[in-house]
């Protein structure tokens, strides 16, 4: 419904030749520093950039909003970070996929420092959430999922009555 629509910033169109951003197929209002200068780029070009040039600070920048986000207390330095991701790999196998590898917490009641993070696929961490969040200690795990019985008897889903 248009009334219920997430509100979502988006950046200001140029009006001028001046404000365009430099990148060629922009044509968003170029970004303004906390001092107050005009940069050559939008905030969403130069974020792109900064992901293409240095993609383990645009990395570590997501995880410390997320931990801002959740008002978590985060202590990891750029150059602990780079060294971890060094030594686990994790920017080779980070991704969207459920066996691609993303960043847990080991103790949730903890912050983000470089001694509680670890490495887990997407699909252990979204059970590993689930059970979290939720308070169940016993979730089941991925290849326990086949073997369980379904939440709602088939015969009722088929019988076309409205349950509610």
Known sequence: MWWRRKNTRKAKKAKSKEDKCAAPWCRNERAVNNTGRRLRLCW???SRQLKERHPVTYVLNALRQAARHRRVPFSITLADFKAWCKETGYMETRGMEPTSMTI???DHSK???IDNIQ???HLENSTN???FGRGE???PKPDEWDSQEPAVEAAYVCSGENPF
Do not use: P
Request: proline residues 0%; charged residues 30%.
């Open 119 to 121: 490495l887990m696929t």
């Open 111 to 113: 912050g983000y420092s």
């Open 137 to 139: 200690q016993n979730a």
């Open 104 to 106: 847990d917490r080991k």
């Open 129 to 131: 959430g689930a059970a």
């Open 44 to 46: 969403k070009c130069r």
